[in-house]
């Protein structure tokens, strides 16, 4: 499985890795914890915030108000024969409203919060998603949407629950050719089947292993793009319009690095990173998204030193990452891996992460699979006998992209993951809110709601 990768400095001492609680709720979840639900969603219109939280039996609207302070709630009976709570989103009145699917996406239900008058009002939709391929669901302009792929006609639909109303748009990618990794004509549906469609976030920080996958979606506005890098040659681009749902198509064709294995693209803003790897070198190429004019170029060859002041490192399962001696060995280390990078701006620099992800069979588990096979006892059981491995390096940039050597500072997500270890941490959500971030969480050892404020930088 893959792990998320922290930068070097979280051997800062903890006494600078702080976080405000902002507000809580005491709430019991009756077992079977298979049944506990969280979703937290604010209200952009209004800054309140809220909860929706469920266990087996009950289901309860949480709200904060736009000073974070506990408003009032409402309880009631969990939705029969719902199994999920897939998401909420806000009526034309801004009243929460809570969705849930059965567990064979047969049947939808809106349960409407109406906080005012403490009464609830459940909306049928008449959506089934049992004849459909669901590759991703997400959250925008209080919308939910659903791509997903109707198995009869192969069609990329996007659905849309948005209040009491539900839309369905068909996606017409025909005009575009896209291909496969081997250059083949292909389609959308094929490629999403087979790599799966990976969530970018616009304004959280993203780990370099979430950008590992070759294909992504990312959110702008009114606007869902996905990126395509399954092609060496190319990162295709569909740019897709959320209110007349019409499709652009950009390329931006990738360096001629002969023979090359591997190569990925990251959107960060706008600005976009495409990385090209052969036997020889890591090309990394920085371009403006909307003019496609080339920003910086950087080159990490075996026979040369790296142009970059950080090290080289790899990390081996769980283990403390470990320094590699050259770009000789880092550019050796990173052949077969899955290429990702990260961009996160801070203090007007931006914080980087490229690198790549493979997985190993253990050194051990091999000699016993070897051994076995020997004594005739046939091969051993290697699944669970993988190791991930992380092969990366941590830099900063200027806004042009030239290499800054100055120190790190701690971002929210490194106070997060340490709060995370140390607490009692459940079914959280992580949201940007005015200019700080804000953790919700389940604490099932003290019976809580709870959200937490953290920021960037130190916390003197």
């Not at 893959?2 to 001492?13: D, M, Q």
């Not at 948005?162 to 081997?182: D, P, V």
């Not at 490194?414 to 995370?420: E, S, V």
């Not at 005015?434 to 130190?458: A, C, H, P, Q, R």
Request: net charge negative; proline share 3%; aromatic share 14%.
């Amino acid at each position: 499985m893959k792990k998320s990768i922290l930068f070097c400095f979280l051997s800062i001492t903890h006494l600078f890795f702080g976080q405000i609680r902002l507000s809580d709720v005491s709430l019991e979840l009756k077992k079977n914890s298979d049944f506990h639900q969280l979703v937290t969603q604010e209200n952009q219109n209004t800054k309140e915030i809220f909860s929706f939280v469920a266990d087996k039996e009950k289901f309860i609207g949480i709200k904060f108000n736009s000073a974070i302070f506990f408003s009032d709630s409402i309880s009631l009976k969990r939705p029969f024969n719902y199994r999920f709570l897939m998401g909420c989103g806000f009526t034309s009145l801004n009243n929460p409203i809570a969705y849930w699917t059965s567990e064979d996406l047969k049947s939808f239900v809106g349960i409407e919060f109406d906080f005012k008058t403490h009464a609830t009002k459940k909306v049928l939709y008449p959506l089934d998603l049992s004849k459909n391929t669901l590759f991703t669901q997400f959250y925008v302009n209080h919308t939910l949407y659903f791509l997903t792929e109707e198995k009869e006609t192969k069609s990329i639909q996007l659905i849309g629950l948005k209040g009491h109303e539900i839309t369905t748009t068909t996606l017409n990618f025909s005009e575009f050719q896209i291909t496969n990794s081997k250059n083949n004509n292909t389609n959308l549906s094929a490629l999403l089947h087979e790599y799966g469609l990976t969530k970018m976030e616009d304004q959280l920080f993203n780990s370099y292993l979430n950008a590992t996958p070759p294909i992504k979606y990312y959110l702008r506005k009114n606007t869902l793009i996905l990126t395509l890098d399954q092609n060496l040659s190319k990162t295709q681009i569909f740019e897709i319009d959320l209110s007349h749902f019409q499709i652009q198509e950009i390329i931006f064709n990738k360096s001629d690095l002969p023979n090359s294995s591997a190569s990925n693209s990251l959107l960060y803003q706008n600005r976009l990173v495409q990385l090209m790897l052969n036997s020889e070198k890591l090309e990394i190429e920085f371009f403006d998204y909307s003019t496609k004019e080339k920003i910086k170029q950087y080159t990490i060859a075996t026979e040369t030193s790296s142009p970059f002041p950080s090290d080289f490192l790899i990390q081996t399962g769980n283990n403390s990452p470990t320094t590699l001696k050259n770009s000789k060995k880092f550019i050796k280390k990173l052949q077969n891996s899955d290429l990702g990078a990260s961009l996160y701006c801070s203090n007007g620099n931006y914080i980087a992460t490229f690198g790549g992800y493979t997985e190993h069979i253990r050194s051990s588990a091999m000699l016993l699979d070897i051994g076995l096979q020997m004594a005739g006892a046939g091969g051993g059981d290697l699944l669970g006998s993988y190791v991930n491995q992380n092969i990366f390096f941590d830099v900063q940039l200027d806004p042009n992209f030239n290499s800054v050597d100055t120190s790190f500072e701690p971002l929210y997500i490194d106070k997060i993951a340490q709060f995370t270890a140390q607490n009692n941490v459940n079914y959280e959500t992580i949201f940007p809110y005015k200019d700080f971030f804000i953790m919700s969480y389940y604490d099932s050892k003290k019976e809580e709601i709870v959200l937490t404020k953290f920021t960037n930088g130190y916390d003197y």
